[in-house]
């Protein structure tokens, strides 16, 4: 598999001009240095780290007990083994529930975790916190259609959007996203047709996870596709490791599935 050549540090800018040139985002999640270096290697534009290691990596039920300290801790180390990928860290549960704690956690997770970008769910019911984070200078993604710090409230891991009410109100929290300042969103568990929609409805790229391949881009939980995660994967995931000798080439046969849209297929979608 080939590996990447191209070592340009890749920023918000640099994702921006990616969806405008048509050229789709690779994106997985990363909890550690010795992961980050592997995805950073094989030409992963976006690592993730992301609060998805309350389940894949602590062993949790959902993510709702993390804590900002321990994303600002695995932020941290994912840090040490990036040289060219964007390094996103999520805003755990409860950070960003006013929007001093937004902006103090946000800060926290760039200082001490050596974010470039953090991640919320949410649409406008979190567009104060966005717009504040924004203002001091943090690039922030976005996170609609499936919410998992929401689990309790959706009464399980559900497709959204299936209803043309539900359809429209995530549209109108993307536009309001890209009005508030955002820079991308990663799009979860939502008909490949809405997302489509929302793609074009939209001038920030759109990381699909389980939203069809008419997205700008993709991410993945790095567990679930090197096929580590305990239990059923998600139907949306695909297990990279089977025609792979070694994590580095199921990274690399990722990267390039999603770059030449090879992935997600139908079988992958919703
Ligand atoms: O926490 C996470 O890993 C995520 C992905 C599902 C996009 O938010």
């Known amino acids: 598999m080939s590996q990447q050549s191209n070592t340009k540090q890749v920023t918000n800018v640099e994702l921006l001009a990616m969806k405008q040139r048509g050229e789709k985002i690779a994106s997985l999640t990363a909890y550690d240095a010795s992961f ?13 780290v992301g609060d998805s290691l309350g389940m894949v990596v602590q062993g949790q039920a959902s993510t709702v007990p993390v804590t ?15 040289t060219r990928a964007l390094l996103v860290t999520d805003m755990p549960f409860m950070s ?22 953090v991640k919320l769910e949410g649409g406008q019911k979190v567009i104060e916190c966005v717009k504040h984070i924004v203002d001091q200078g943090i690039p922030v993604c976005g996170h609609l259609g499936l919410l998992p710090q929401s ?14 009410a539900q359809a429209q109100l995530i549209i109108e929290d993307a536009k309001c996203l890209q009005q508030a300042g955002a820079s991308a969103i990663v799009l979860e568990c939502v008909p490949a047709a809405l997302a489509k929609k929302i793609t074009a409805a939209v001038n920030i790229p759109i990381i699909g996870i389980g939203a069809g391949i008419a997205c700008d881009g993709q991410v993945l939980v790095s567990y679930d596709m090197l096929d580590i995660t305990v239990g059923k ?26 770059k030449s849209k090879q992935f997600p297929a139908a079988e992958h979608s919703f």
């Open 233 to 258: 994967r998600p139907k949306f995931s695909k297990n990279f490791m089977l025609e792979a000798g070694n994590i580095s080439d199921a990274v690399s046969a990722y990267v390039n599935a999603v």
């Open 96 to 117: 960003y529930s006013n929007i001093n704690a937004a902006v103090t956690n946000a800060a926290k997770l760039m200082q001490q975790g050596h974010a470039q970008m």
């Open 36 to 48: 980050a270096h592997i995805l950073d290697h094989a030409g992963v534009d976006m690592v993730l």
């Open 68 to 82: 900002v300290d321990e994303m600002a801790y695995h932020s941290k180390i994912v840090a040490r083994g990036l």
């Open 151 to 164: 689990v309790n409230q959706l009464g399980g891991y559900r497709v959204q959007g299936t209803s043309e």
